[in-house]
Structures are given as C-alpha cells and as structure tokens.
C-alpha cells in the first residue's frame, strides 16, 4: 500500500512540475500571458459607443462602453486612457430587436397565430486599430448575440437583465477578437 501511495504522490509531484514549467516558459515568451491578452500594448482609447439602434434604453451605449472599459481593466494588464492609446476602440449599437419565434398553432386558418416566445438581439459594429500590429485590426467588424423568453414575461420587466446578459457575451466576444485576437 505505502508503494503505491508514494508512486501516486511522484506522479502529482511530476505533474505540478510540468504546470509550473509550462507556466514560467508561457509568461516569458511575452506571445499569450495568463491575463488572457495576446498584445504588447500597455494602452487602449475607446470613444463611447454611439447607440444608434431604433429601439432600446436611451443610455445603451454608455453602458455598454462602460462594460467593456470594465472588462478590459479586470482582464487585462492595460491601462484605459482618453485619446492616442496603443490600441484604440470605437463603434456604434447597430440593432436592438424584438423577434416573434416559436410560432403557436390555433386551429383555425382565419385566425392569426401568435408566437410563445420572442428574441431580443442586440448588434453592435466595432472598429478596433492596433498600432503596434496593424495586421490584428479591424473596421466595422459586426457582433451579435441574442436572448429568447417567453410571452408570458413582460418584457419591461426583464429587458435590463436580458440587455446586461446580451452585454456580458459581447463585451467577452469582442475582447477576444480585438485585445486577446483569438
């Protein structure tokens, strides 16, 4: 029993070793660091993103450019500045709309049938300029995510959690195309 105990705590040792080795190779090479930021920019600009969406909250876009400042300061080792950053950002909320789905039957053909849940989907187009690297930039780049719910729901009651659910995966989808070019 003790062999076998001791060939089970050799096997942790070597693996810990690896991980530890792994680690110190991967954040000195300076390529990917474990902040999630694949870039040598110490800076990044952003304007605030113009909501320019038929519909939706009328103070979208700041929130949605106060998420992302958030993010990028929580995961990343860059510094959020005014103007000139090594890294810029900019764009607009394209579309924020509603989506009858789910269509239900009636029964009866002279009878317009409704839809047991709708969409909410939000677009927004980005530009991202990288001055260190211009091949990692992009212009007018389109991210979309939608929510669905049910009819049931009055929708003003959950739009900001839908809204702020839609924001979390493009702030990270934009992230990752832009600062941590996945």
Known sequence: MI???????????KAFTLVAVLA?????????????????????????????????PA???????NDLKNYLIQNSNLSVITDNGELQMDGEITDFRLTPIAPVATGDQGQFSNASSTRL?????VTYVNTLDE????????????????????????????????????????????????
């Open 135 to 182: 091949t990692m930039s992009f212009k007018d780049k389109s991210f979309s995510f939608y929510q669905d719910f049910t009819n049931d729901q009055n929708f003003t009651d959950i739009e900001e959690r839908l809204t702020k659910d839609i924001f979390a995966r493009l702030v990270n989808d934009i992230y990752n195309a832009s600062v941590a070019n996945w």
């Open 24 to 56: 110190v190779v991967l954040q000195g090479c300076g390529v990917y660091s474990f902040n999630g930021s694949a870039t040598q920019a110490k800076t990044i600009s952003m304007s605030e993103f113009y909501n320019n969406a038929d519909l939706g």
């Open 3 to 13: 062999w076998k105990n001791n060939t089970i705590a050799s096997a942790q040792v």
């Open 59 to 65: 103070n979208m876009g700041q929130t949605f450019t």
């Open 121 to 125: 989907t939000i677009t927004i187009k």
